[in-house]
Nanobody, 114 residues
Framework: VQLVESGGGLVQPGGSQRLSCVASGSIFRGNVMGWYRQVPGNQRELVATMTTGGSTAIAPTVKGRFTISRDNAKNTVYLQMNSLKTEDTAVYYC?????????WGQGTQVTVSS
């Protein structure tokens, strides 16, 4: 499974940004896709995930500001980030979990700064 992220970059506080991740390879019908993020020196943390059936898990720190969605036909997951804060600055990693295996994208930097 290969995951390719797009989006990211520099955005001002209060702004919005959208991340996309396309999965290719052996994608099974039942999987979880989503996003984690990591700041240097800290552990990678959950941002949001969604199953193929639409069940979601969202970190309390982003709930109400970030929205996860996916297009199963395109094996693509999106993260719409609104009302961004400086503390959202991190490398965001796309994640796919299936058959007890975890796959990661290369990561995309999101920097929230004025």
């Amino acid at each position: 499974v290969q995951l390719v992220e797009s989006g990211g970059g520099l955005v001002q506080p209060g702004g919005s940004q959208r991340l996309s991740c396309v999965a290719s390879g052996s994608i099974f019908r039942g999987n979880v896709m989503g996003w984690y993020r990591q700041v240097p020196g800290n552990q990678r943390e959950l941002v949001a995930t969604m199953t193929t059936g639409g069940s979601t898990a969202i970190a309390p720190t982003v709930k109400g500001r970030f929205t996860i969605s996916r297009d199963n036909a395109k094996n693509t997951v999106y993260l719409q980030m609104n009302s961004l804060k400086t503390e959202d600055t991190a490398v965001y990693y796309c994640y796919c979990g299936q058959n007890s295996s975890a796959y990661w994208g290369q990561g995309t930097q999101v920097t929230v700064s004025s």
